[in-house]
């Protein structure tokens, strides 16, 4: 990856594309895109045409790099609101779903709650949401799994 003669390139994060690929900013100020969506442990970097934020993937990076992680604050609102909605589709499980499966994830009592817990667990302390703690999400493990 490290051609004669270059320098190693200093990327670091400064945010999602409008189709989710983690966009890096080099040192000369040159865009570099993660077509995996930052699915892979070592990201699949591209450039990008016009050096556009939003620009389409171009060709892959061909220099040795290196990623600058800054303590910088990730947008989990996504996972805020998917935690709310399975919260809520315990709730509706528990009253007037009747205890019907096929409003839970996987259409599964135990599965529903093990994403609940997933998705709880992948907080930092500091962020974990204050509506829902781990022991509420027992109390619906305990309700809705007790008789499985």
Do not use: T
């Not at 990623?67 to 990730?74: L, S, Y």
């Not at 096929?102 to 509506?131: C, N, T, V």
């Amino acid at each position: 990856m490290n051609q004669k003669g270059k320098e190693k390139l200093k990327l670091k994060y400064i945010g999602d594309d409008f189709w989710s690929h983690p966009v890096y900013k080099d040192q000369h100020n040159h865009l570099w895109k993660d077509i995996s969506c930052g699915d892979s442990e070592i990201p699949s970097l591209y450039s990008v045409v016009n050096n556009d934020f939003d620009g389409e993937p171009e060709y892959p990076i061909a220099q040795e790099f290196i990623i600058i992680r800054d303590k910088v604050k990730v947008d989990k609102s996504f996972q805020y609101m998917m935690l709310d909605r399975l919260r809520s589709d315990c709730d509706y499980y528990l009253g007037y779903g009747n205890r019907s499966q096929a409003g839970l994830s996987g259409h599964d009592e135990r599965e529903h709650i093990e994403a609940m817990k997933k998705i709880w667990l992948e907080f930092a302390e500091d962020e974990k949401p204050q509506w829902l703690s781990w022991e509420q999400i027992l109390d619906y493990e305990r309700k809705m799994c007790e008789s499985k």
